[in-house]
């Protein structure tokens, strides 16, 4: 089963992309999925919107496949829990 957060990336790729939902796996590389330099970049950015959270550059770099940038999202959206439960 498919988490929120996945689900949204997914939404991202097939709409601002047009990626099918059959070819976004999560151990796929974002090259492989057809992102050249700047549209990976762009997807940052939709990233950072959809989410409300800000990506640093180390965070861009590490952001090959499409499991981390679920990850990254998820790591943010927990700090953020904790940072407002504290």
Not at 2 to 19: A, D, G, P, W, Y
Not at 32 to 60: A, H, K, P, S, W
Request: charged fraction near 25%.
């Amino acid at each position: 089963m498919k988490s929120s957060v996945q689900t949204r990336i997914e939404r991202i790729f097939k709409k601002h992309f047009l990626i099918p939902s059959t070819a976004i796996k999560k151990n796929k590389r974002l090259n492989e999925l057809g992102l050249n330099i700047m549209e990976q970049m762009e997807m940052m950015l939709y990233l950072e919107t959809e989410f409300d959270i800000n990506l640093d550059d180390r965070e861009v770099q590490s952001i090959q496949t499409v499991g981390d940038a679920v990850s990254c999202v998820r790591q943010h959206l927990n700090v953020s829990v904790a940072y407002a439960a504290a």
